[in-house]
């Protein structure tokens, strides 16, 4: 099933316009030749409610839900990807839709410094957020600086997602672009997963090509894993455990994804920007929200099961109610 929106005449720049060809272009390089197998259709029961609609947000990157605090918070990059122009913000946004704070941390006010922030997650009480080549600790409570990692000496480009590991360390997503006079390119042997220690201490816990572009990565609790999807050409989603030296296709989809999740009951979900749709994968059943343009990181409602989808560049955010899993 999918929701139609009206009245949306929002266009992107023309830098947008011009990465989204580059990346486009960039993951026709390798195209999968594997296709995955046909699905059951979803039943009624399956199919996702539209519940509200957030506007007036500044490309909205990333959604994360507070389970203490009820409410979201979004990323917004405000500007160019990779420039260090002190715009960025992060917002709060109620489980309704409704903003709480729009500029809840604000780069250039208050001590804080936030360029273009993207993925985060959060560890305690601390907010983690990627920024280009450095990853940010706030506050939860009050948006107040309280750490700075700085991923500089690994020659970090594009950090894009984060999550939390079981030994409590942090694993970020670099993508592997950079931008040369308003130019992106994609580097050989950019494609990583950093570590960030408890003790702050950064690795490189996996290199690999096979990556292709990481962007979402979130670790599944029942399959003791890591699930790592990629933006370029593949159109495979992959499993990955700490210490190994490959990724292993686990499942298929539709290719340049973005962001994924584990609900608590397994189930996956993923957001694709190839045919602008969020998925709710369980097994060999699949069940797409559809006319989501420009689907970025999605965020997990736990207590309502819904879900919180950022669209970058319409700058707003949709939420649906997720059905319970059905039995197959």
């Known amino acids: 099933m999918t929701f139609t929106f009206a009245n949306v005449r929002t266009r992107p720049s023309r830098r947008w316009i011009a990465l989204l060809a580059l990346l486009i272009a960039c993951g026709e390089e390798a195209k999968d030749t594997e296709k995955p197998a046909s699905t059951p259709r979803p039943t009624a029961e399956d199919v996702p409610g539209r519940a509200a609609t957030a506007t007036g947000f500044k490309q909205p990157e990333s959604a994360r839900y507070d389970s203490l605090a009820d409410v979201f918070f979004i990323s917004n990059i405000n500007g160019k990807l990779t420039e260090h122009d002190n715009n960025g913000f992060i917002s709060r946004m109620r489980p309704d839709g409704t903003i709480d704070s729009l500029a809840f941390i604000a780069g250039g006010r208050n001590g804080v410094t936030l360029d273009a922030p993207k993925g985060m997650v959060i560890l305690g009480d601390t907010l983690w957020v990627t920024d280009i080549d450095v990853v940010r600790g706030f506050d939860r409570r009050t948006g107040a600086p309280v750490a700075t990692v700085s991923l500089k000496p690994q020659h970090a480009l594009f ?92 499942g ?40 989501l343009p420009s689907p970025a990181d999605v965020g997990i409602d736990t207590r309502r ?24």
């Open 159 to 250: 950090l894009n997602d984060i999550a939390v590991g079981p030994d409590g360390a942090l694993y970020i997503t670099d993508t592997g672009l950079e931008f040369t006079d308003g130019t992106a390119k994609h580097p050989p042997s950019t494609d990583r997963i950093f570590k960030i220690a408890p003790d702050h201490t950064v690795t490189v816990a996996l290199k690999s090509d096979s990556l292709d572009r990481p962007n979402g990565i979130t670790w599944d609790l029942r399959g003791k894993r890591f699930i790592v999807v990629p933006y370029g050409g593949s159109k495979r989603i992959f499993g990955w455990r700490p210490g190994e030296k490959q990724v292993t296709p686990i």
């Open 252 to 291: 298929f989809g539709a290719g340049r994804f973005d962001g994924v999740e584990v609900l608590p009951d397994g189930r996956l979900l993923v957001s694709s920007w190839a045919d602008s749709s969020v998925t709710i994968r369980s097994g060999n059943v699949s069940t797409s929200i559809g006319n």
């Open 305 to 328: 099961l819904h879900v919180a989808v950022p669209l970058l560049m319409r700058d707003r955010v949709e939420i649906f109610s997720i059905p319970p899993m059905q039995k197959q």
